[in-house]
């Protein structure tokens, strides 16, 4: 999270975040479809690259930089990039989960990437209601369309790393080149687009929106060039680390060499529930994605720093990031801290072995709940999928349903269950000048992620029954 907050930071000091939030702005010419493929699309490529609330922390701003108060923004963007959570963080988290369920990848892809399907739909939808663009409904059912088949596509052909991100990408650039199209069309019939005082203006802006207005048009192009390219820059940088990270085997082996595993002790409860002895989750620095988002910052903000004013900006942008991660980070400590209480003393355990005992056949219909809950307790879709990806495979063999289908539904409900997960609400309110106030933002997602949950569980339970 401090790398993240910190390259957010000294962008964001440089102007890159308006700035991009502008040029997209002036590309899309709908504003209410700008902002929700910023919620949904745009934040999805981002959880794309790396989670850890890195799209929180960076889309809630553009959006309050376009109009939208803070905390909607922040509820908007926790909906919107929940789709992408699974495949995303470079594919990650569906490799742990396949390590902790004994199942190779490509036995979870089929099940989980449906699964998801529809869970583009509803963020997609449920963004665009708290963005109040409910009315978008058609745009953001076709270009579903095109990031579930997109997302689906690269991960069963072998690059799961690149599948989220690819996802998000090709939503965005299938609405813009539809957009532009349109734009056309409507030139070579002589209409000129409001905002545009002549036809070479139009042929210019090829689609400037009604709300982008000539001066402010001159006005962005006098400042959007260098904070917009630094911004791009960055993050582009960190792409093609990531990729080439995941991608080159050889580098890939040669950084996850440098690691080391901690050991800890067994422990048992007074009623008698015991986490036995073992080596914790492994820690690899050299890969992980906040070293490389750390490398991007630093490398940055050293090359911009020629002058008082960048000097200047990069000593805000830290003194910024140590100010919002200080707080964010004592709550995050103590919502994980809580989940692994709830762990070692057996209560998640018995938490979701009620539920199936409770509802027996129709369990498939909550098994994306268990996954929600398990988000909402360790903030994170793959602690969650830690915590209940064995027992969901248990369920399935002793109800007779293929395992991939409650596990699918695990990890679906897992990536769900990220907008509502207080950690990533409080990354994403320390960034728009509102921590605090994460109660008013869980409110309004919360009984949105219930209702997605319940959605995912009735396609869950008739897989489960073609299965």
């Keep these: 999270m401090w790398p993240a907050l910190l390259l957010y930071h000294w962008i964001d000091q440089n102007q890159g975040i308006t700035a991009t939030a502008r040029l997209l702005e002036r590309a899309v010419p709908d504003k209410g479809m700008c902002l929700v493929l910023l919620a949904w699309s745009l934040s999805g490529l981002l959880e794309g690259i790396a989670g850890f609330g890195l799209p929180i922390a960076l889309v809630a701003p553009m959006l309050v930089a376009l109009g939208v108060p803070a905390l909607r923004s922040v509820a908007a963007v926790a909906v919107g990039h929940s789709w992408a959570v699974t495949f995303g963080d470079m594919g990650v988290i569906l490799q742990t989960l396949s390590a902790v369920v004994s199942m190779p990848v490509a036995d979870l892809v089929p099940c989980a990437g449906i699964l998801l399907g529809l869970a583009i739909l509803i963020c997609g939808l449920l963004a665009a209601l708290v963005l109040g663009e409910l009315r978008q409904w058609p745009k953001i059912a076709a270009l579903s369309l095109v990031i579930g088949t997109v997302q689906y596509g690269l991960a069963a052909g072998g690059l799961l790393p690149l599948s989220a991100f690819g996802a ?13 199209l349109a734009s056309r069309k409507r030139l070579s019939r002589g ?8 036809r070479k203006e139009a042929d210019e802006g090829c ?30 940088a960190l792409t093609v680390l990531m990729a080439a990270l995941t991608l080159v085997p050889r580098v890939q082996h040669s950084l996850q060499s440098v690691g080391w595993k901690p050991l800890f002790p067994g422990v048992s409860t007074s009623t008698g529930f015991t986490t036995p002895a073992g080596p914790g989750q492994a820690i690899r620095p050299l890969v992980h994605p906040g070293t490389l988002i750390l490398f991007v910052a630093c490398a940055s903000i050293a090359l911009a720093c020629r002058s008082e004013g960048t000097i200047s900006a990069a000593r805000k942008a830290v003194s910024a990031t140590v100010r919002t991660a200080g707080t964010a980070s004592l709550g995050i400590i103590l919502m994980v801290g809580l989940s692994t209480l709830m762990d070692h003393c057996g209560m998640s355990w018995l938490l979701a072995q009620g539920l199936s005992a409770c509802l027996g056949g129709a369990y498939p219909l909550l098994a994306p709940g268990v996954g929600i809950l398990g988000a909402f307790a360790t903030g994170s879709n793959n602690n969650s999928n830690v915590l209940f990806g064995s027992l969901q495979k248990n369920v399935a063999v002793l109800q007779g349903i293929e395992p991939q289908v409650l596990v699918g539904a695990q990890t679906a409900g897992g990536s769900l269950g990220s907008m509502l997960a207080p950690a990533k609400i409080i990354v994403g309110c320390s960034t728009v000048g509102e921590t605090g106030r994460e109660g008013r933002v869980l409110r309004r997602t919360v009984p949105l992620g219930v209702g997605a949950g319940l959605a995912l569980g009735v396609l869950a339970l008739a897989l489960s029954r073609l299965h």
């Design 207 to 236: 689609g400037l929106p009604s709300f982008c207005s000539g001066n402010e048009l001159e006005e962005l192009r006098g400042w959007t060039g260098g904070p917009a390219r630094l911004a791009i820059g960055c993050y582009g």
């Design 191 to 198: 209409e000129i687009p409001s905002g545009s005082s002549s």
């Design 168 to 180: 998000g990408l090709s939503g965005l650039l299938a609405y813009l080149v539809v957009a532009r």
